[in-house]
Nanobody, 121 residues
Framework: QVQVVESGGGLVQSGGSLRLSCTAS????????MGWYRQAPGKERELVAS???????????SVKGRFTISLDSLKNLLKNTVYLQMNSLKPEDTGVYYC???????????WGQGTPVTVSS
């Protein structure tokens, strides 16, 4: 059973930076992909950034050039950790950020509990 745990959210002023971390544990191999999604109040959850093991990152247009996703998946350490470096934050980046991990291409997403990010103007 996969466990997904996020950390790193908080309150920051506009223009500031935050780094989110997420670890998928309970696996004996590298994940197929991991990603970050966010849900603002009254809105649907949306993709922020995703990355496949050995692949290139994918970003929402609204965060390109400001956010960087990276994946650390070391088979020998059974570690699958994804990071989201968020720079030049804007108030519209406010929301609950969820980490999702897909074990294999056809598997359903395993979700973390979410970590809140608030950007004040």
């Amino acid at each position: 059973q996969v466990q997904v745990v996020e950390s790193g959210g908080g309150l920051v002023q506009s223009g500031g930076s935050l780094r989110l971390s997420c670890t998928a544990s309970g696996l004996k191999f590298s994940v197929y992909s991991m990603g970050w999604y966010r849900q603002a109040p009254g809105k649907e959850r949306e993709l922020v950034a995703s990355i496949r093991t050995g692949g290139s990152p994918n970003y929402a247009d609204s965060v390109k050039g400001r956010f960087t996703i990276s994946l650390d998946s070391l088979k020998n350490l059974l570690k699958n950790t994804v990071y989201l470096q968020m720079n030049s934050l804007k108030p519209e980046d406010t929301g609950v950020y969820y980490c999702g991990a897909r074990i294999v291409r056809t598997a359903p997403m395993s979700w973390g509990q979410g970590t809140p990010v608030t950007v004040s103007s």
